[in-house]
């Protein structure tokens, strides 16, 4: 408790990273002692906690540099993710939507001046609402006691970021005269 009290105190003095704990686990941890009747008995050895610590931020060279000062405190990482910000999401999505609008448009027209008609008057548009929920990049800690760490610092993780694919699907409905 102590150890993620004091990972959590650290983390947040970066004003750029979100911090949230969670999966907090208590286990009995038992070993064996041999007795003089040759049979093996066992014996509560200690208590094993367990608890994970997640890191969120849109700058992920702060997630790394803090997720490397954690792991020197002896946590081992469970996870690193990236995933695109809400931010950026969005302004994908709004580009994305103009490029099809202008793109249906431009269509609608071309099937007007096919039929030989002069007029195009979008009267319903329809834009998907996918379910996505962006997050910044995180990653995820948990302490774990049977871990051996050199007295040197633990250097930060390497992670590059890959592509993420943003879609949309655009329905209307025109009136051509």
Same mark, same amino acid.
């Given at each position: ?35 003089? =009747? ?6 509560? *050895? ?17 997630? &790394?540099?803090? =997720?490397?000062?954690?792991? *020197?405190?002896?946590?081992?990482? $469970?996870? &690193? ?12 999505? *709004? ?35 996918? $379910? ?25 993780? =390497?992670?590059?970021?890959?592509? =993420? ?13």
């Amino acid at each position: 408790n102590d150890a993620m009290a004091q990972a959590v105190a650290l983390a947040k003095k970066s004003t750029s990273l979100k911090i949230e704990t969670g999966q907090y686990y208590v286990s009995p941890d038992y070993r064996y002692i041999e007795t003089q =009747t040759e049979t093996n008995k066992r014996v509560l *050895d200690k208590w094993r906690g367990s608890q994970t610590l997640m890191i969120k931020s849109e700058n992920a060279e702060d997630v &790394l540099n803090i =997720t490397g000062q954690i792991q *020197d405190m002896g946590f081992m990482m $469970n996870s &690193l993710d990236y995933q695109l910000s809400p931010k950026k999401y969005d302004e994908v999505r *709004d580009s994305l939507m103009e490029t099809t609008i202008k793109a249906l448009n431009d269509r609608a027209k071309r099937v007007a001046t096919a039929l030989g008609k002069t007029s195009v008057d979008i009267v319903e548009i329809n834009i998907d609402s996918n $379910n996505y929920s962006p997050r910044p990049v995180y990653a995820r800690a948990a302490k774990v006691e049977m871990m051996s760490i050199s007295a040197d610092a633990m250097p930060a993780p =390497t992670a590059e970021s890959g592509e =993420t694919s943003v879609s949309m699907t655009i329905n209307a409905r025109a009136i051509i005269k």
